[in-house]
């Protein structure tokens, strides 16, 4: 049965939890942590798709995949799956998806500290995004860490430039469920919360914002105390601010017991930790000090006490530590939230300082000294910063604070709370001055204070010594040792109960404490007493007091405190300086000073707050109180503001409701509270005021006297001088007012039924009043008022909504802002604006008729504010404020009809906001555009709302059509400049992209105006529809849209959320295009420039609607003016433009051929051959465009670039013939010379400018390079500049023409002396440069560029180009493979068949070519100079030979030169070089055969010409002159002609049978038989003068070469040439065929068996050294090097006839040595690559990257080598090349050049494959160095293997990389001489040799020679062995 594939209905979203390759048919491949989307399922199998990639689907198992929640959102296609998990971890995955590509990208780029950040945010992220999917953290925890995550995200979003995500506390908002108004807010404050991070991603701290003063606690907790003092010790902790030099906070009591910190800790009832709460602001309190006091509990004197414990228990100092909370918190923000331990030491000075000693050691005095612990830390605290009030700390660390007790501020903080209730009383012990008693030393007096009430009693559980300590009945001071002065500096809390105040008092008892050893007796002998409160009920006032200290020493005496609480108990009550009674006495040496400090909110002390509420007791002191109260700080009354509010309103109105006497001041009283509650320090108590009035408040009638006063005020407002009380009053009318709504509702339902009529009546005279108010224009000191009367209007109304109606407040608020004069004050225009945004945000804006009310108002003040540029911050602050709310009403109830509101508001501002963002600058983008933004936002919003029938209103709003049409550009023109200025910052994306979806819905409803209103007939409008199609080309190509230059992640969320609104915008524009009709043509050629860049947008579906609209431009203007000339000139204007903006692409162009040639195809019009034309010309632009496109960047691009350039330039001119494109490409074409300095090109582009001109004076008109100037001076200045290029190139002979021409237009038509004097010493020293001046001759190389990877302008092309100075074939070919490095070297002349040319790859063919001179003709009998003719022998070529070696017939092994023909191909090129280019094309080859005969003529005689210019430089003789190149050359011919070439000669052409078997070569043999005996006459002549110029150290050589010259001449006569006709012969085949005869006849091997020489990669020069010529056969003759040039070169592909030679080069290239004695040996060796007989080679070998030196050693190069080759190692080195593809191939098939003749191959004992490895340096046998094995090669995707016609393989072999040799045997080579032959032999290299190949799989080929000789002779001697 078989399963079948069912959609999958649930857990359609998993995870791959195991890696999958796909190893199955359909398989898709899966990596660990990959996310699927899943589609169907089919027994354990799934088939899906990756969420990166939806376009590959495939089969997957289940059992990979872990299945996440999700939901399916919509079906099909466009199926969309959603995970279901937190919002922040979606983004969290979605961040890290976009973060990895930069990263990747940054990693690419080496950005090393850019990836070290970011690796380890994503690792963070990745951390805290677990921990959130875990969902083990609490809700706090939660909170905190999405908080932390967010700020992540954005600043790496931030650091990498990607888009700013817009919160909304914290979490990502939606732009649809927002108007555009609130998403600018969002963007702005995310923004600014951003640019807040530090570097690190945390929130820095803001300096503009300090958190309020209630928002910081200390949270301190002890870990440890070392200090060991054999007594119980009590540690006091609190803070002391040392600028105000007073303790701030309570104390905390922390107690040590004598066993140990360790025992205290089990005892549940202690506490280490402590919250000091209300600090205020840290940074505005540097000098804030955590204080801890030590006290010693024990006997009097330390020494005393012992381990048993002590008796007595006296409170004794022990020591001091400080520390600077503000250095250690408040500096260390970022930190400050952790919790920090910290070390102190305790200080120890004398103890009647003690009291003094924190001050002393913040002041750093030097009586301190320091404690000593039983460890290093001394005590150890651990310190953490709490933010928020004291119950939000509790909510937030409820474990952190379960144990912790609570230290409050001493006083009340700076914002004080209702609900604070407190009765507190904070006594402070300062000190005492006591008298000695006739005692010789002091008292240790002890404090003992309690609560006493009058009856004697002592209050329990009152005093509290410190915060978390219970209270206790009494307390005890420290005790100073004999000190009648002591110092306490203690304070003490009393929590008194309120009803027990009055008649209370605090009494001191001063006890002698003995300091005997078992006595712990308190002796009293003084007290002193304080009462609470005073007899009018004030409580004791704050500050210090100086007590009376009376005599008692019976304790009995205090049990009755009446005995003396009638005694003055302060110094003030003193009025004697002793006194008493019969009780106590008092002296007036004796004081005692305390200080008091009282926090209470239920008792005061203040009389006059007193007076006021016991007002019916003295109600004559009325006046006089209410006075008073008015002075009052704001502290005592909001304690009592309900019982003063009580009072006030009693006083205010009698019981009827008439005012009474004290109306107006009391009303003022009220008014002074009221201010007081708009104090930030008490606007906590505004929830107390309105409990009052919603509770308590119940004065019915005062409605009436608080309007009248109200009314008084205003009425005094014009005639006042005193505004402050108006000023104040018109403050606090939102107060007043709520008190006149309550009253009036209480009185409404007392008096039910009752009319009111009178109260709308008092009301809207008010209204009147304030109206007149506002109206007038009178002095500037009522502006203020004016100010505060529009700032509490709204408040007002909104007061009064609980009594009147809606609609008739806002009608009232409406009238009063109309009242305002048209040009108020600024800051009268403020409070108004301020006004309409309160009642904008006020109840009243949301009922329907009291909106519209208002926004009439609103919006008509708004149009007036922001077309004059007024205020228009608040302005748009206010518009932003209505349009978000109505945004708001339509998102929560979607049925509230809001048209007629929107309709309103467009009406109004529509075009007031289009004419004011266009007038107004836009502020710089990273502050969002200011208040443009702002305008453009708001205006976003209104278009969102706006529908339909909005926009149709508005239109029919419009007076006439031309106002509609006006109106509609303006609104098109605010469009472009959204689109184009990019007003907002570049990460604002999504406020982008909400703003262009609402220009699209826009650009729509204008369409329809368009078609209904500007179509038809008459009605059209001509520059509006082009407005509208220019705005929507514009709108598509804006940079926002262009989704494919956007991360893959960033891509999905704009398609998901906005769709592809090019796609919709693009499909409305061809709809309106199809509209136009017989208007088309209005818009030809206006539209060709944005339809074309429309067309180039990159997506298909787009390209392929919107191209046939040229169709439509080129049929209309063909209709209109008989021809699409202007459609083609603008087309091709803006295609060269836009491509070089980067736009377009190669289907673009496929497309625009295959598109419009099928609509002429299709549609056949008359002019269809025009266009085929036109688009066939366009494509190919296209082509070129593209192709110089890819090349615009990168110095190894030069060269493209140049050759783009130039087929462009001829483009526009040949075939489009468009002047000024021409002109433009000719200097960029010119600047590109410039830059690479070919001068000599340069000068030749130019010359194509001049060449257009004439020698006239008409004007021309200015340009970038050029002035408003006549056309023969700019003739003149274009020339004048190429001489100067020619010059700097050294190009003489072309510059003289041009000095000519200016020299004819001076003399004969310019009549300028002077400058034709300037222009003939020119031409002198140009003509001097031509005869003295040294100039390199230039190489010229043939270059075929094979495979469809190249670019399409040299595709498959040939090319002739000329080398750079001093540069050969090694450095060009270097140059070239920097200019395609993955080309691949062909190493064979043959022709490319059609699967290399087709194959997608690239293939380089380089040989030597030399140039085809015209001759320089002269008189007969004179001698054209050397240097003249040197220089048209290689300038102004056209035409270039090179030849290839090839066998017809049967081949001679003894002497293979009777078979061997040479082809010759000759090429011509498109154009001369030098030319405008360094290269040009291939335009025809012809090849031809020349024989061997003539090959040996042509030898011969350049040998001949090139020794008897050697010979003419040295003649006449000359002493002290380098004669070594004579030498040499001589050396060379005679030394090679003696090894045989005559023979060769002889046996090839000069016998009897020659001439009959081959007549048509019969004449050459005469011919050649006369070069030879020339060739002697030479080189007697050239032996005479070398014997005269050749020093004594030479002679000997002289005399060897004689002898050789003798030898030569015998030969000669042996080889039977008649007389002295001593006829030379091809030497280097004489001297093969004397090595071929010393080793065997059998060893011979054929020259064509060896390959293509490898290409050199250096040039190394030597003197003497054969030159390098551009002639493939003629540069090195058979008989050695000739006389020509002191260059050096070995030319691999063009000189096949010199292999022969390469012994004879000496330092050349080639492998040779040299005997003692001058004797030399002409060894070689060639390597090839090779796997056998058969196999051609398919890549030339590497190149050298470094040198390489054998002598004592084997010492690898950088690379390998497949060739052998002498570099210089002076040169730098090489950079790496690509990796190229490793195989091997054989010798016995290489082709040179075309078809293969014959394919000889060598001797089959000469053919053994060994590895390149085997060969040695020296005569050693063995060298220890072994080669690193190759790396395996990797297969060619595309290759479909086999063999070519030519024999190349075409897919490279599989072959295993060969084991490195053993490190410990020597290695050995083994070589079959003949199929027999089974001797192993040791490879012995020449002396001189330096190089060598290593690379693995390659053959070596031995040629015949003295190499051979050797080889054998060794391999003999080891037989013998």
Same mark, same amino acid.
């Given at each position: 049965?078989?399963?079948?594939?069912?959609?999958?209905?649930?857990?359609?979203?998993?995870?791959?939890?195991?890696?999958w390759?796909?190893?199955?048919?359909?398989?898709l491949?899966?990596?660990v942590?990959?996310?699927?989307?899943?589609?169907?399922e089919?027994?354990?199998?799934?088939?899906?798709h990756?969420?990166?990639?939806?376009?590959?689907?495939?089969?997957?198992?289940?059992?990979?995949i872990?299945?996440?929640?999700?939901l399916?959102?919509?079906?099909?296609?466009?199926?969309?799956?959603?995970?279901v998990?937190?919002?922040v971890?979606?983004?969290?995955?979605?961040?890290?998806?976009?973060?990895?590509?930069r990263?990747?990208q940054l990693?690419?780029g080496?950005?090393?500290?850019?990836?070290?950040?970011?690796?380890?945010?994503m690792h963070?992220?990745?951390?805290?995004?677990?921990?959130?999917?875990?969902?083990?953290?609490?809700?706090?925890?939660?909170?905190?860490?999405?908080v932390?995550?967010?700020?992540?995200?954005?600043?790496?979003?931030r650091?990498?430039?990607?888009?700013?995500?817009?919160?909304?506390?914290?979490?990502?908002?939606d732009?649809?469920?927002?108007?555009?108004?609130a998403?600018?807010r969002?963007h702005?404050?995310?923004?600014?919360t951003?640019q807040?991070?530090?570097?690190?991603?945390?929130l820095r701290?803001?300096?503009?914002?300090?958190?309020t003063?209630?928002?910081?606690?200390?949270?301190?907790s002890?870990?440890?105390?070392?200090y060991v003092?054999?007594?119980?010790v009590?540690?006091?902790?609190?803070?002391?601010?040392?600028?105000?030099?007073?303790f701030?906070s309570?104390?905390?009591?922390?107690?040590?017991?004598?066993?140990?910190?360790?025992?205290?800790y089990?005892?549940p009832?202690?506490?280490?930790?402590?919250?000091f709460?209300?600090?205020?602001?840290?940074e505005?309190?540097p000098q804030?000090?955590?204080?801890?006091?030590?006290?010693?509990?024990?006997?009097?004197?330390?020494?005393?006490?012992?381990?048993?414990?002590?008796?007595?228990?006296?409170?004794?100092?022990?020591?001091?530590?400080v520390?600077?909370?503000?250095d250690?918190?408040?500096?260390?923000?970022a930190?400050?939230?952790?919790?920090?331990?910290?070390?102190?030491?305790?200080?120890?000075?004398?103890?009647?300082d003690?009291?003094q000693?924190?001050?002393?050691?913040?002041?750093?005095?030097?009586?301190?000294?320091?404690?000593?612990a039983?460890?290093?830390?001394?005590?150890l605290?651990?310190l953490?910063?709490l933010?928020?009030?004291?119950?939000?700390?509790?909510r937030?660390h409820?474990?952190?604070?379960?144990?912790?007790?609570?230290?409050?501020?001493?006083?009340?903080?700076?914002?004080?709370?209702?609900?604070?209730?407190?009765?507190?009383?904070? *006594?402070?012990?300062?000190?005492?001055?006591f008298?000695?008693?006739g005692?010789?030393?002091?008292?240790?007096?002890?404090?003992?204070?309690?609560?006493?009430?009058?009856?004697?009693r002592?209050?329990?559980?009152?005093?509290v010594?410190?915060?978390?300590q219970?209270?206790?009945?009494?307390?005890?001071?420290?005790?100073?040792?004999?000190?009648?002065?002591?110092?306490?500096?203690?304070?003490?809390?009393?929590?008194?109960?309120?009803?027990?105040?009055?008649?209370a008092?605090?009494?001191?008892?001063?006890?002698?404490?003995s300091?005997?050893?078992? !006595?712990?007796?308190?002796?009293?002998?003084?007290?002193?007493?304080?009462?609470?409160?005073?007899?009018?009920?004030?409580?004791?006032?704050?500050?210090?007091r100086?007590?009376?200290v009376?005599?008692?020493?019976?304790?009995?005496?205090?049990?009755?405190?009446?005995?003396?609480l009638?005694?003055?108990?302060?110094a003030?009550?003193?009025?004697?300086?002793?006194?008493g009674?019969h009780?106590f006495s008092?002296?007036?040496?004796?004081?005692?000073?305390?200080?008091?400090?009282?926090?209470?909110?239920?008792?005061?002390?203040?009389?006059?707050?007193?007076s006021?509420?016991?007002?019916?007791?003295?109600?004559d002191k009325?006046?006089?109180?209410?006075?008073?109260?008015?002075?009052?700080?704001?502290?005592?009354?909001?304690?009592?503001?309900?019982?003063?509010?009580?009072?006030?309103?009693?006083?205010?109105?009698?019981d009827?409701?008439?005012?009474?006497?004290?109306?107006?001041?009391?009303?003022?009283?009220?008014?002074?509270?009221?201010?007081?509650?708009?104090?930030?320090?008490?606007e906590?108590?505004?929830?107390?005021?309105?409990?009052?009035i919603?509770?308590?408040?119940?004065?019915?009638?005062?409605?009436?006297?608080?309007?009248?006063?109200?009314?008084?005020?205003?009425?005094?407002?014009?005639?006042?001088?005193?505004?402050?009380?108006?000023?104040?009053?018109?403050?606090?009318l939102?107060l007043?007012?709520?008190?006149?709504?309550?009253s009036?509702?209480?009185?409404?339902?007392?008096?039910?039924?009752?009319s009111?009529?009178?109260?709308?009546?008092d009301?809207?005279?008010l209204?009147?009043?304030?109206?007149?108010?506002?109206?007038?224009t009178?002095?500037?000191?009522?502006?203020?008022?004016?100010?505060?009367?529009?700032?509490?209007?709204p408040?007002?109304?909104?007061?009064?909504?609980a009594?009147?109606?809606d609609a008739?407040?806002?009608?009232?608020l409406?009238?009063?802002?109309?009242?305002?004069?048209?040009d108020?004050?600024?800051?009268v225009?403020?409070?108004?604006?301020?006004?309409?945004?309160?009642?904008a945000?006020?109840?009243?804006?949301?009922d329907?008729?009291s909106?519209?009310?208002?926004?009439?108002?609103?919006?008509?003040?708004?149009?007036?504010?922001?077309?004059?540029r007024q205020?228009?911050r608040?302005?748009?602050d206010?518009?932003?404020?209505?349009?978000?709310l109505l945004?708001?009403?339509?998102?929560?109830?979607?049925?509230?009809?809001?048209?007629?509101?929107?309709e309103?508001?467009?009406?109004?501002?529509?075009?007031?906001?289009?004419?004011?963002?266009?007038?107004?600058?836009?502020a710089?983008?990273?502050?969002?555009?200011?208040?443009?933004?702002?305008?453009v936002?708001?205006?976003?919003t209104l278009?969102?709302?706006?529908?339909?029938?909005?926009?149709?209103?508005?239109?029919?709003?419009?007076a006439?059509d031309d106002?509609?049409?006006?109106?509609?550009l303006?609104l098109?023109?605010?469009?472009?400049?959204?689109?184009?200025?990019?007003?907002?910052?570049?990460?604002?994306?999504?406020?982008k992209?909400?703003?262009n979806?609402?220009?699209?819905?826009?650009l729509?409803?204008?369409?329809?105006?368009?078609r209904?209103?500007?179509?038809?007939?008459?009605?059209?409008?001509?520059?509006?529809?082009?407005?509208?199609l220019?705005?929507?080309?514009t709108?598509?190509?804006?940079?926002?849209?262009?989704?494919?230059?956007?991360?893959e992640?960033?891509?999905?969320?704009l398609?998901?959320k906005?769709?592809d609104m090019?796609?919709?915008m693009?499909?409305?524009l061809?709809?309106?295009w199809?509209?136009?009709?017989?208007h088309?043509?209005?818009?030809?050629?206006?539209?060709?420039?944005?339809?074309?860049?429309?067309?180039?947008?990159?997506?298909?579906?787009?390209r392929?609607?919107?191209?046939?609209?040229?169709?439509d431009?080129?049929?209309?203007?063909?209709?209109?003016?008989?021809?699409f000339r202007q459609v083609?000139?603008?087309?091709?204007d803006?295609?060269d433009?836009l491509?070089?903006?980067d736009?377009?692409?190669?289907e673009?162009?496929?497309?625009?051929?295959?598109?419009l040639m099928?609509?002429?195809?299709r549609?056949a019009?008359?002019?269809?051959?025009?266009?085929?034309?036109?688009?066939?010309?366009?494509?190919?632009?296209?082509e070129?465009?593209?192709d110089?496109r890819?090349?615009m960047?990168?110095?190894?691009?030069?060269d493209?670039?140049?050759?783009?350039?130039?087929n462009?330039?001829?483009?526009?001119?040949?075939?489009?013939?468009?002047?000024?494109?021409?002109?433009?490409?000719?200097?960029? *074409?010119h600047?590109l010379?410039?830059s690479?300095?070919?001068?000599?090109?340069?000068a030749?582009?130019l010359r194509?400018h001049?060449?257009?001109?004439?020698?006239?004076?008409?004007?021309?008109?200015?340009?970038?390079?050029?002035?408003?100037?006549c056309?023969?001076?700019?003739?003149?200045?274009?020339l004048?500049?190429?001489?100067?290029?020619?010059?700097?190139?050294?190009?003489?002979?072309?510059?003289?023409?041009?000095l000519?021409?200016?020299?004819?237009q001076?003399?004969?038509?310019?009549?300028?002396?002077?400058?034709?004097?300037?222009?003939l010493?020119?031409?002198?020293?140009f003509?001097?440069?031509?005869?003295?001046?040294l100039?390199?001759?230039?190489?010229y190389?043939r270059?075929?560029?094979?495979?469809? !990877?190249?670019?399409?302008?040299?595709?498959?092309?040939?090319?002739?180009?000329?080398g750079?100075?001093?540069e050969?074939?090694?450095?060009?070919?270097?140059r070239?493979?920097?200019?395609?490095?993955?080309?691949?070297?062909?190493?064979?002349l043959?022709?490319?068949?059609?699967n290399?040319?087709?194959?997608?790859?690239?293939?380089?063919?380089?040989?030597?070519?030399r140039?085809?001179?015209?001759d320089?003709?002269?008189?007969?009998?004179?001698?054209?100079?050397?240097?003249?003719?040197?220089?048209?022998?290689?300038?102004?070529?056209?035409?270039?030979?090179?030849?290839?070696?090839?066998?017809?017939?049967?081949?001679?092994?003894?002497?293979?030169?009777?078979s061997l023909w040479?082809?010759?191909t000759?090429?011509?090129?498109?154009?001369?070089?030098?030319?405008?280019?360094?290269?040009?094309?291939v335009?025809?080859?012809r090849r031809?055969?020349?024989?061997?005969?003539?090959?040996?003529c042509?030898?011969?005689?350049?040998?001949?010409?090139?020794?008897?210019?050697?010979?003419?430089?040295?003649?006449?003789?000359?002493?002290?002159?380098?004669?070594s190149?004579?030498?040499?050359?001589?050396?060379?011919?005679?030394?090679?002609a003696?090894?045989?070439?005559?023979?060769?000669?002889?046996?090839?052409?000069?016998?009897?049978e020659?001439?009959?078997?081959?007549?048509?070569?019969?004449?050459?043999?005469?011919?050649l038989?006369?070069?030879i005996?020339?060739?002697?006459?030479?080189?007697?002549?050239?032996?005479t003068?070398?014997?005269?110029?050749?020093?004594?150290?030479?002679?000997?050589l002289?005399?060897?070469?004689?002898?050789c *010259?003798?030898? *030569?001449?015998?030969?000669?006569?042996?080889?039977?040439?008649?007389?002295?006709?001593?006829?030379?012969?091809?030497?280097r085949?004489?001297?093969q065929?004397?090595?071929?005869?010393?080793?065997?006849?059998?060893?011979?091997?054929?020259?064509?068996?060896?390959?293509?020489?490898?290409?050199?990669?250096?040039?190394r020069p030597?003197?003497?050294?054969?030159?390098s010529?551009?002639s493939?056969?003629?540069?090195?003759?058979?008989?050695?090097?000739?006389p020509?040039?002191?260059?050096?070169?070995?030319?691999g592909?063009?000189?096949?006839?010199?292999?022969?030679?390469l012994?004879?080069?000496g330092?050349?290239?080639?492998?040779?040595?040299?005997?003692?004695?001058?004797?030399?040996?002409?060894?070689?060796?060639?390597?090839?690559?090779?796997k056998?007989?058969?196999?051609?080679?398919?890549?030339?070998?590497k190149?050298?990257?470094?040198?390489?030196?054998?002598?004592?050693?084997c010492?690898?190069?950088?690379?390998?080598?497949?060739h052998?080759?002498?570099?210089?190692?002076?040169?730098p080195?090489l950079?790496?090349?690509?990796?190229?593809?490793?195989?091997?191939?054989?010798?016995?098939?290489?082709?040179?050049?075309?078809?293969?003749?014959?394919?000889?191959s060598?001797?089959?004992?000469?053919?053994?494959?060994?590895?390149?490895?085997a060969?040695?340096?020296?005569d050693?046998?063995a060298v220890?160095?072994?080669?690193?094995?190759?790396?395996?090669?990797?297969?060619l995707?595309?290759w479909?293997?086999?063999?070519?016609?030519?024999?190349?393989l075409?897919?490279?072999?599989?072959?295993?990389?060969?084991p490195?040799?053993?490190?410990?045997?020597?290695?050995?080579?083994s070589?079959?001489?003949?199929?027999?032959?089974?001797?192993?032999?040791?490879?012995?290299?020449?002396?001189?040799?330096?190089?060598?190949?290593?690379?693995a799989?390659?053959?070596?080929?031995?040629?015949p020679?003295?190499?051979c000789?050797?080889?054998?002779?060794?391999?003999?001697?080891?037989?013998?062995?």
């Open positions: 049965m078989v399963t079948m594939w069912k959609k999958r209905e649930d857990g359609r979203l998993g995870v791959a939890v195991y890696g390759g796909g190893g199955v048919r359909h398989g491949p899966l990596s942590g990959e996310t699927v989307h899943i589609l169907e089919c027994d354990g199998w799934l088939r899906g990756t969420v990166r990639n939806k376009t590959q689907r495939g089969i997957f198992p289940a059992s990979y872990r299945l996440k929640p999700c399916v959102d919509g079906d099909g296609p466009q199926e969309r799956i959603v995970p998990e937190e919002a971890v979606t983004e969290v995955t979605q961040v890290l998806r976009e973060w990895s590509d990263w990747k990693y690419i080496r950005e090393t500290l850019e990836v070290s950040a970011l690796w380890k945010v963070e992220l990745l951390d805290w995004r677990r921990q959130l999917i875990t969902g083990t953290l609490t809700q706090d925890q939660t909170r905190e860490l999405r932390k995550v967010t700020a992540k995200v954005d600043w790496g979003n650091r990498l430039g990607l888009d700013l995500v817009p919160r909304l506390d914290g979490c990502m908002v732009p649809e469920a927002i108007s555009v108004v998403l600018h969002v702005s404050q995310s923004l600014e951003s807040g991070m530090s570097v690190r991603g945390t701290k803001r300096k503009t914002s300090r958190p003063a209630h928002s910081h606690n200390l949270y301190a002890l870990r440890e105390f070392g003092t054999g007594d119980d009590e540690l006091y902790f609190s803070l002391y601010d040392a600028d105000k030099a007073k701030v309570e104390r905390f009591l922390v107690l040590i017991s004598r066993e140990g910190q360790s025992n205290f089990n005892k009832q202690n506490n280490t930790s402590v919250v709460t209300d600090l205020g602001d840290i505005s309190a804030l000090y955590l204080v801890l006091h030590a006290l010693r509990l024990g006997r009097m004197l330390p020494s005393e006490s012992s381990k048993r414990g002590a008796s007595q228990r006296f409170r004794r100092p022990l020591g001091c530590a520390l600077n909370v503000h250690v918190l408040a500096s260390r923000p930190a400050a939230d952790a919790e920090r331990e910290l070390s102190l030491r305790l200080q120890q000075t004398e103890e009647r003690f009291s000693l924190h001050e002393m050691i913040i002041r750093q005095a030097s009586r301190c000294s320091p404690l000593s039983s460890a290093n830390y001394g005590v605290l651990s953490r910063l933010n928020g009030s004291q119950a939000q700390v509790m937030d409820p474990l952190l604070l379960k144990h912790a007790a609570i230290a409050r501020k001493l006083g009340f903080p700076d914002i004080i709370m209702p609900g604070d209730i407190r009765n507190d009383l904070y *006594l402070t012990l300062d000190r005492g001055e008298e000695r008693g005692k010789s030393t002091g008292k240790n007096i002890e404090v003992c204070v309690s609560v006493v009430r009058s009856d004697g002592v209050l329990e559980d009152c005093i010594s410190a915060s978390g219970a209270g206790s009945r009494t307390f005890t001071s420290t005790v100073l040792y004999h000190n009648n002065a002591p110092r306490w500096g203690e304070t003490l809390r009393l929590a008194v109960p309120i009803e027990s105040f009055s008649g008092h605090v009494r001191l008892e001063y006890s002698h404490c300091s005997a050893k078992d !006595r712990a007796e308190r002796k009293l002998f003084a007290f002193s007493f304080a009462c609470l409160m005073d007899q009018e009920g004030a409580t004791i006032g704050d500050g210090p100086e007590l009376c009376y005599k008692c020493e019976d304790r009995n005496k205090l049990l009755n405190p009446a005995s003396y009638g005694l003055p108990w302060h003030a009550q003193v009025r004697e300086p002793a006194g009674n009780h008092r002296s007036g040496r004796e004081w005692a000073w305390v200080r008091t400090l009282l926090c209470s909110t239920k008792l005061t002390q203040n009389g006059d707050l007193l006021l509420l016991k007002w019916k007791q003295n109600p009325i006046v006089d109180t209410l006075t008073r109260i008015m002075k009052l700080k704001g502290e005592e009354v909001m304690k009592f503001l309900q019982d003063v509010l009580d009072s006030l309103f009693a006083m205010f109105s009698a009827d409701g008439n005012s009474t006497q004290h109306s107006g001041l009391v009303f003022q009283v009220l008014v002074s509270i009221f201010s007081h509650l708009r104090d930030s320090r008490f906590h108590f505004r929830p107390v005021l309105d409990a009052y919603n509770g308590h408040f119940a004065a019915a009638l005062v409605y009436k006297g608080l309007v009248s006063c109200v009314r008084h005020y205003a009425e005094q407002v014009t005639t006042s001088e005193r505004q402050q009380p108006l000023l104040k009053c018109f403050g606090t939102e007043v007012f709520q008190f006149v709504a309550r009036r509702l209480l009185f409404g339902r007392q008096s039910v039924g009752d009111e009529d009178g109260f709308r009546a009301l809207a005279e209204f009147n009043v304030f109206n007149r108010t506002l109206a007038s009178g002095a500037e000191a009522t502006v203020g008022t004016q100010v505060a009367l529009l700032s509490s209007v408040a007002v109304c909104e007061q009064l909504r009594i009147l109606p008739e407040l806002a009608c009232r409406s009238l009063l802002l109309e009242a305002l004069p048209r108020p004050p600024p800051a225009t403020q409070a108004k604006l301020k006004a309409m945004q309160a009642a945000g006020s109840p009243l804006f949301l329907g008729e909106r519209r009310l208002l926004l009439q108002t609103m919006c008509k003040h708004l149009q007036y504010h922001i077309s004059h205020e228009v608040l302005s748009t206010l518009l932003g404020d209505v349009l978000d945004h708001q009403l339509q998102s929560d109830d979607p049925g509230l009809d809001l048209s007629r509101d929107v309103i508001v467009s009406a109004y501002l529509v075009d007031t906001l289009v004419r004011s963002v266009l007038s107004l600058e836009s710089p983008r990273r502050t969002g555009g200011g208040q443009c933004g702002r305008l936002a708001a205006l976003a278009l969102r709302l706006m529908t339909h029938q909005h926009h149709r209103h508005l239109w029919d709003e419009m006439d106002q509609l049409a006006q109106f509609l303006r098109m023109a605010l469009f472009r400049e959204l689109i184009t200025e990019q007003m907002y910052p570049q990460d604002w994306c999504v406020m992209m909400t703003v979806k609402l220009i699209l819905t826009t729509g409803e204008l369409s329809i105006a368009l209904d209103r500007f179509l038809a007939g008459n009605r059209f409008n001509q520059l509006l529809w082009h407005s509208y220019t705005l929507s080309v709108f598509v190509t804006q940079p926002e849209l262009q989704l494919e230059s956007f991360s992640v960033k891509r999905d969320k398609l998901q906005y769709q090019r796609l919709l693009g499909f409305e061809l709809a309106m199809g509209l136009l009709g017989e088309k043509s209005q818009f030809v050629p206006a539209l060709v420039g944005p339809l074309l860049e429309l067309t180039l947008i990159p997506a298909l579906e787009l392929t609607a919107t191209l046939p609209v040229f169709y431009l080129i049929e209309v203007e063909q209709v209109t003016r008989g021809s083609e000139m603008e087309l091709i803006k295609l433009i491509v070089s903006e736009k377009g692409d190669d673009y162009r496929r497309l625009f051929q295959t598109i099928m609509e002429v195809e549609r019009p008359s002019w269809h051959e025009a266009g085929v034309a036109f688009v066939s010309s366009v494509t190919r632009l296209l070129r465009l593209l110089y890819q090349v960047d990168g110095e190894e691009n030069r493209k670039r140049i050759s783009c350039t130039v462009l330039l001829n483009f526009y001119k040949s075939e489009v013939n468009r002047a000024e494109m021409y002109q433009r490409y000719i200097y960029k *074409l600047d010379h410039v690479a300095e070919n001068y000599v090109e340069a030749l582009t194509l001049a060449d257009q001109l004439e020698w006239t004076t008409r004007v021309l008109h200015a340009d970038l390079r050029y002035p408003v100037q056309e023969w001076q700019r003739k003149e200045q274009l004048n500049q190429m001489v100067d290029y020619l010059d700097r190139g050294k190009c003489w002979e072309a510059g003289i023409p041009l000519k021409e200016l020299a004819e001076y003399e004969n038509r310019v009549f300028d002396y002077g400058k034709l004097s300037e222009v010493k020119s031409m002198a020293r003509y001097d440069q031509i005869l003295t001046q100039r390199p001759e230039p190489e190389f270059v075929g560029f094979y495979g469809q !990877r190249f670019p399409l302008f040299v595709r498959n092309k040939v090319f002739v180009y000329r750079l100075e001093y050969r074939i090694g450095a060009f070919t270097q070239l493979q920097t200019e395609f490095p993955t080309a691949q070297l062909m190493t064979t043959a022709p490319p068949d059609d290399l040319m087709n194959s997608p790859a690239q293939f380089i063919q380089i040989c030597h070519v140039p085809v001179a015209r320089v003709s002269s008189l007969p009998g004179v001698e054209v100079p050397a240097r003249i003719r040197a220089f048209y022998l290689v300038n102004g070529i056209d035409t270039f030979q090179f030849d290839r070696p090839v066998h017809r017939g049967v081949v001679d092994k003894e002497n293979e030169f009777k040479l082809e010759r000759t090429l011509e090129i498109e154009a001369p070089l030098p030319g405008i280019l360094r290269w040009f094309p335009v025809s080859a031809e055969l020349i024989s061997p005969i003539r090959h040996g042509e030898t011969v005689s350049a040998a001949n010409r090139q020794l008897r210019q050697l010979i003419a430089q040295y003649t006449p003789p000359a002493a002290d002159v380098n004669i190149p004579l030498s040499m050359r001589l050396q060379g011919i005679i030394d090679a003696v090894n045989g070439g005559i023979a060769n000669f002889k046996d090839a052409f000069f016998t009897a020659f001439p009959a078997q081959n007549p048509d070569m019969a004449p050459h043999v005469p011919q038989k006369g070069l005996q020339e060739q002697l006459s030479i080189l007697e002549h050239g032996l003068l070398h014997g005269q110029l050749a020093p004594a150290n030479v002679q000997p002289h005399r060897r070469l004689r002898q *010259l003798r030898e *030569l001449r015998q030969g000669a006569a042996a080889s039977c040439l008649a007389g002295g006709d001593d006829s030379p012969g091809a030497g085949f004489s001297r065929g004397s090595r071929r005869r010393s080793v065997g006849a059998d060893s011979k091997a054929s020259i064509l068996s060896t390959p293509l020489p490898p290409v050199p990669t250096e040039r030597a003197s003497g050294s054969c030159r010529s551009r493939s056969t003629s540069s090195c003759s058979v008989f050695g090097p000739l020509d040039e002191d260059e050096d070169e070995v030319e592909y063009s000189r096949p006839s010199e292999w022969g030679d012994a004879d080069l330092g050349r290239g080639s492998i040779s040595s040299r005997a003692s004695g001058g004797s030399r040996r002409h060894d070689y060796i060639l390597l090839t690559v090779g056998g007989d058969e196999e051609p080679p398919e890549r030339p070998p190149r050298f990257s470094e040198p390489r030196a054998f002598a004592d050693g010492s690898r190069p950088a690379s390998r080598q497949s052998v080759s002498i570099i210089d190692t002076s040169l080195p950079p790496p090349k690509p990796p190229e593809k490793r195989h091997t191939s054989s010798v016995s098939s290489v082709v040179y050049g075309g078809g293969p003749e014959h394919r000889p060598l001797p089959a004992r000469l053919t053994k494959k060994v590895s390149a490895p060969i040695l340096s020296g050693s046998a220890s160095c072994p080669p690193t094995p190759p790396p395996l090669p990797p297969r995707a595309g479909q293997g086999g063999v070519d016609p030519s024999g190349d075409l897919e490279p072999p599989d072959f295993e990389a060969p490195p040799p053993d490190h410990e045997s020597p290695l050995r080579l070589l079959g001489f003949d199929d027999s032959d089974s001797a192993s032999y040791k490879i012995l290299q020449p002396d001189k040799l330096r190089r060598f190949a290593d690379e799989n390659y053959k070596l080929v031995v040629t020679g003295r190499i000789r050797r080889v054998a002779a060794a391999g003999e001697r080891e037989t013998e062995a």
